[in-house]
T-cell receptor, first 112, second 108 residues
Framework: EPEVTQTPSHQVTQMGQEVILRCVPI?????FYWYRQILGQKVEFLVS????????KSEIFDDQFSVERPDGSNFTLKIRSTKLEDSAMYFC??????????FGQGTRLTVV | GIQVEQSPPDLILQEGANSTLRCNFS?????LQWFHQNPWGQLINLFY???GTKQNGRLSATTVATERYSLLYISSSQTTDSGVYFC??????????FGTGTRLTIIP
């Protein structure tokens, strides 16, 4: 069964460093998303991406964040200069037109 | 934006008991999903249920879209059912809005 794949599963980084979280969405999906979940809290939306551009972003998704679909299969989230409060589980999701969203297994990011 | 409320926030049950989790949402939606977050943090798709009733083994779900709620039923609970259950809703391809979850603990 097709699935959304995220790498790495865990990443520890120093404050101020850049990180890139990677996702491979399901191949015939057109809509892509990043969400995050701070420990013990609910899942929050970061950004949605369709037709090679951002379709919506939340207040959390400031200038430190960017997304890219560099090669038609990968979908990446970059955090330019990490802060302690960026520590969270980051989820990638994808779907076809107006259907069920499928989530990856998540990347646990720890900023020290 | 759409508000999603889940109840109860916490539920502790003996193994073998049945439970009902509720999700209320504030506006019309055409996509509702239930997830189970396991101890490793993974979000496991349980149901895609914008309306009607579905069953999968010991789990079933019902969404009454016109009244803006959904219910998740777990029968004959097992310890592996423990974790946090999230409901999430959206319209079309918009972002999913998640509820705050129900933390279910099953005691052997």
């Amino acid at each position: 069964e097709p699935e959304v794949t995220q790498t790495p599963s865990h990443q520890v980084t120093q404050m101020g460093q850049e990180v890139i979280l990677r996702c491979v969405p399901i191949s015939n999906h057109l809509y892509f998303y990043w969400y995050r979940q701070i420990l013990g809290q609910k899942v929050e939306f970061l950004v949605s991406f369709y037709n090679n551009e951002i379709s919506e972003k939340s207040e959390i998704f400031d200038d430190q964040f960017s997304v890219e679909r560099p090669d038609g299969s990968n979908f990446t989230l970059k955090i330019r200069s990490t802060k302690l409060e960026d520590s969270a589980m980051y989820f990638c999701a994808s779907n076809r037109e107006s259907t069920e969203a499928f989530f990856g297994q998540g990347t646990r990011l720890t900023v020290v | 934006g759409i508000q999603v409320e889940q109840s109860p926030p916490d539920l502790i049950l003996q193994e073998g008991a049945n439970s009902t989790l509720r999700c209320n949402f504030s506006d019309s939606v055409n996509n509702l999903q239930w997830f189970h977050q396991n101890p490793w943090g993974q979000l496991i798709n349980l149901f895609y249920i914008p309306s009607g009733t579905k069953q999968n083994g010991r789990l079933s779900a019902t969404t009454v879209a016109t009244e803006r709620y959904s219910l998740l039923y777990i029968s004959s609970s097992q310890t592996t059912d423990s974790g946090v259950y999230f409901c999430a809703v959206r319209r079309g391809n918009e972002k999913l809005t998640f509820g705050t979850g129900t933390r279910l603990t099953i005691i052997p």
